[in-house]
T-cell receptor
Framework: GAGVSQTPSNKVTEKGKYVELRCDPI?????LYWYRQSLGQGPEFLIY????????DSGLPNDRFFAVRPEGSVSTLKIQRTERGDSAVYLC????????????FGPGTRLLVL | AQTVTQSQPEMSVQEAETVTLSCTYD???????LFWYKQPPSRQMILVIR????KQQNATENRFSVNFQKAAKSFSLKISDSQLGDTAMYFC????????????WGLGTSLAVNP
């Protein structure tokens, strides 16, 4: 595709529910990143995929957060038992390869947990 | 520890004038890159400019240029001939080209371009 796409654009859920956020990277990009941006903050790294495998998941805050990229393209970020503190914008980015420093971002998913 | 600091939470500039946004960083790596990204209200994080640490020459992209001072670990962004469309949050980010390939971000500077 022309750019990184993310769905949904906005998601409202209730505390304790499960949510899935989807990211479709730029075609041919092998590296994919998830970041979380809280209000008034810069993005914070969550996880980085090189191909199908998670090369670095050190930013995932706890075991309620999980991400997959089964075919090395689309990725899904999964959040179990959502909490109000999970409310944020979730940004996805891709780069040509793991060694390419420039990351191109999607429009983000705004998650609101009531 | 790797850190990025943007000490100006908000700035404003008149249309057609020049403004400089500040950024300092800290890293122990030798091979790294620095970026400025722009985030308008639409939330889309847009790449403005990139600087390779091994290059002495400052990067330029049309009206955007940087002043990269490696010894001082300073990386400021200059916007010339400011336009209303430049109004946005601007983030400075650091990328280390070793094993740790995530971007480390500053808190951002909110820039308002006034007509």
């Amino acid at each position: 595709g022309a750019g990184v796409s993310q769905t949904p654009s906005n998601k409202v859920t209730e505390k304790g529910k499960y949510v899935e956020l989807r990211c479709d990277p730029i075609s041919g990009h092998t590296a994919l990143y998830w970041y979380r941006q809280s209000l008034g903050q810069g993005p914070e790294f969550l996880i980085y995929f090189q191909g199908t495998g998670a090369a670095d998941d050190s930013g995932l805050p706890n075991d309620r957060f999980f991400a997959v990229r089964p075919e090395g393209s689309v990725s899904t970020l999964k959040i179990q038992r959502t909490e109000r503190g999970d409310s944020a914008v979730y940004l996805c980015a891709s780069s040509r390869s793991g060694g390419s420093p420039t990351q191109y971002f999607g429009p983000g998913t705004r998650l609101l947990v009531l | 520890a790797q850190t990025v600091t943007q000490s100006q939470p908000e700035m404003s500039v008149q249309e057609a004038e020049t403004v400089t946004l500040s950024c300092t960083y800290d890293t122990s790596e030798n091979n790294y890159y620095l970026f400025w990204y722009k985030q308008p209200p639409s939330r889309q994080m847009i790449l403005v400019i990139r600087q390779e640490a091994y290059k002495q020459q400052n990067a330029t992209e049309n009206r955007f240029s940087v002043n990269f001072q490696k010894a001082a670990k300073s990386f400021s962004l200059k916007i010339s001939d400011s336009q209303l469309g430049d109004t946005a949050m601007y983030f400075c980010a650091l990328y280390n080209a070793g094993n740790n390939r995530k971007l480390i971000w500053g808190l951002g500077t909110s820039l308002a371009v006034n007509p």
